[in-house]
């Protein structure tokens, strides 16, 4: 059944067949595969084999073609064109603005280079501004052109210590507009960013800034499936700056424990139970040697975000009992940005899934969109679980359908 090519599959494949087609060709074992839908590996198994007497219902071909990086259902069913991007969220309309400021660069650059304070200033003026509004990806769409051209501009035009200083708020910016990439049709895009800010932090020579880099990286390996990877590259960012920790201030000692945090989550998506949680727990001991009102504002690291965190790890590991207390928990934690909190939120309602309690995951997820529509309108286990409650309880459809309108599923 193997493929040597790249071409695209032909009618006569089964559904199954085609699952294990393009996950070999992704490289990519049925227990990795299977973990990331949240399924057995002999569920997989027996949807590739054609044991099972139906195909997998649509949101878990959304979760197959998500992990799968395909771009359209008919790659999996063989049936009419159905774009994936209809469930994982649409691009956002500053999507080509952020593209073009991203793409120019240029081999000659000329203009006039503004001072590294006003610079660190723009910079920390858009964090803010990302976690203070419900519709982030908007605001971020405003401010990230001007600023990803002009810090591009000053990490090329400056020399000595302002150049490693600029190259450091480089890193830093490329790790901002991740964040605005993520979710969305971006995806070669999303690498760019993420592999310059590494080139660019290491350039810098800034410690802060090189971790800062691994956990935007550590992201983008992970969302691919790439766990090995996501691993080692978490792994060396953290041998990097070890030594520096200690005698650090408190934004180092906070990213170390946002990069242990990521170790647990990684873990999580392996289903390495213990793995999991002893690295949570190092994360946890690590927060608590921060301030109590220490919030990071790249990772949100901070002590108020480890329950968050629990309910994460809980969840990615398909603990159902326990990603429902951790939940209960947790609803009511005081996060301080509004993106995060809504993410939160999602997950609390993908616990609330794992207990099959319908009226619950809808409440959530209402509750995630006004706290934060844009955060769930481009968030793709958000937009399967609506999609799903639509296909749900007659009680609840109605609701659900509303839901799916404000997010933009329906058109």
């Given at each position: ?327 209960d928990n ?14 939160h939120l ?37 937009r399967r ?27």
């Amino acid at each position: 059944m193997s493929n040597a090519t790249n071409e695209p599959l032909g009618p006569v494949l089964t559904v199954g067949q085609r699952i294990q087609f393009l996950r070999e060709r992704r490289g990519m074992t049925r227990e990795v595969l299977a973990g990331l839908v949240g399924k057995s590996t002999s569920w997989l198994k027996q949807v590739e084999t054609g044991r099972l007497q139906q195909n997998p219902r649509l949101p878990i071909l959304l979760q197959l073609a998500e992990a799968l990086r395909v771009r359209d259902l008919s790659e999996l069913t063989g049936d009419q064109s159905m774009p994936v991007r209809m469930f994982t969220g649409p691009g956002h309309p500053a999507l080509e603005d952020v593209r073009s400021a991203i793409n120019s660069t240029s081999l000659v650059p000329t203009g006039a280079v503004q001072p590294v304070s006003t610079l660190r200033a723009r910079l920390d003026a858009a964090w803010r501004t990302r976690h203070a509004s419900p519709d982030h990806r908007t605001a971020l769409g405003h401010l990230l052109p001007g600023l990803l051209r002009d810090v591009q501009l000053a990490a090329a035009m400056y020399r000595d210590a302002d150049r490693r200083r600029a190259l450091a708020l480089l890193a830093e910016t490329y790790g901002l507009a991740q964040m605005f990439l993520a979710y969305q049709p971006a995806q070669d895009l999303l690498w760019r960013v993420a592999d310059r800010a590494l080139v660019a932090a290491q350039e810098s020579e800034d410690p802060l800034a090189l971790t800062c880099a691994v956990w935007f990286l550590t992201q983008a390996h992970r969302d691919t499936g790439d766990f090995d990877a996501a691993r080692h590259i978490n792994q060396q960012g953290m041998s990097a700056v070890q030594s520096h920790v200690d005698d650090a201030g408190v934004d180092l000692l906070a990213m170390w424990g946002a990069l242990s945090f990521e170790l647990a989550f990684t873990s999580a998506r392996l289903g390495e139970t213990g793995e999991a949680w002893l690295h949570w727990e190092e994360a946890a001991r690590i927060a608590e040697r921060l301030p109590a009102a220490y919030y990071q504002p790249w990772t949100s690291f901070s002590r108020v975000i480890m329950d968050a965190h629990a309910v994460t790890v809980a969840v990615e590991l398909h603990q159902g009992g326990e990603s429902a207390r951790q939940a209960d928990n947790a609803l009511s934690a005081p996060i301080p940005s509004l993106p995060r909190r809504g993410r939160h939120l999602i997950e609390v309602a993908r616990a609330h899934h794992l207990q099959r309690d319908h009226a619950a995951v809808l409440g959530t997820l209402e509750l995630a969109q006004r706290v934060a529509p844009d955060t769930i309108k481009y968030n793709g286990y958000a937009r399967r679980l609506t999609l799903e409650l639509t296909e749900g309880p007659a009680s609840l459809r109605p609701q659900a359908y509303a839901l799916a309108d404000r997010i933009g599923l329906l058109t």
